[in-house]
């Protein structure tokens, strides 16, 4: 079966720069989750999109914006990178009475 | 203090063993309650949803309990495959997950 879709895998930036983390949800799945996840923590949600429209919004720092596309893909946007971003950053997708499914995530490591 | 809590162990128990993990949450508004597994460096995976009748999934079995709002995870027949951290999560109306800190598994030869 489809699962979800992230890119790119692995990605390392220096201080200051900026990130785009695209997420490709399964076939179907309207909603988009983003979490952040640092090193021995759990899941921390950041945002989701439902229907291409922003639903709910977590602990995501204003550095950061993410948007949903027609295609329902979703890019999340890293801009002023803060050593502290360094973290696993994973995408779920979630269909009409279904739970959420998690891509593999992108680990960023900022230097 | 979290609104989900779980012991982060480690259990460190040896093949063959049952192992029992437990959860508690704070949101009496709470939707609806999983078990997710996290093996190292991947993405957490569904393990199975807990219902309060109680359900079993070959060797796992989970149980939820409103009133005390308390989830449990039972492990019977542990492999060495089992070992990796159990996240306990629970779900909101509006569908926002909200995750346990997670317990580690390591099962030994």
């Known amino acids: 079966a489809a699962g979800v879709i992230q890119s790119p895998r692995h990605l390392i930036k220096e201080k200051r720069e900026t990130a785009t983390l695209k997420c490709y949800p399964i076939p179907r799945h309207d909603t988009v989750y983003w979490y952040q996840q640092g090193p021995g923590q759990d899941p921390q949600f950041l945002i989701s999109f439902y229907e291409k429209m922003q639903s709910d919004k977590g602990s995501i720092p204003d550095r950061f914006s993410a948007q949903q596309f027609s295609d329902y893909h979703s890019e999340l946007n890293m801009s002023s990178l803060e050593l502290g971003d360094s973290a696993l950053y994973f995408c779920a997708s979630r269909g009409q009475g279904e739970t959420q499914y998690f891509g593999p995530g992108t680990r960023l490591l900022v230097l | 203090r979290k609104e989900v809590e779980q012991d982060p162990g480690p259990f460190n128990v040896p093949e063959g063993a049952t192992v029992a993990f437990n959860c508690t949450y704070s949101?009496?508004?709470?939707?609806?309650f999983f078990w997710y597994r996290q093996d190292c460096r991947k993405e957490p995976k569904l393990l199975m949803s807990v219902y309060s009748s109680g359900n079993e999934d070959g060797r796992f079995t989970a149980q939820l309990n409103r009133a005390s709002q308390y989830i449990s995870l039972l492990i019977r027949d542990s492999k060495l495959s089992d070992s990796a951290t159990y996240l306990c999560v629970v779900e909101d109306a509006g569908n926002m997950l909200t995750f346990g800190g997670g317990t580690r598994l390591m099962v030994k030869p």
């Open positions: 949101n009496s508004a709470s939707q609806s």
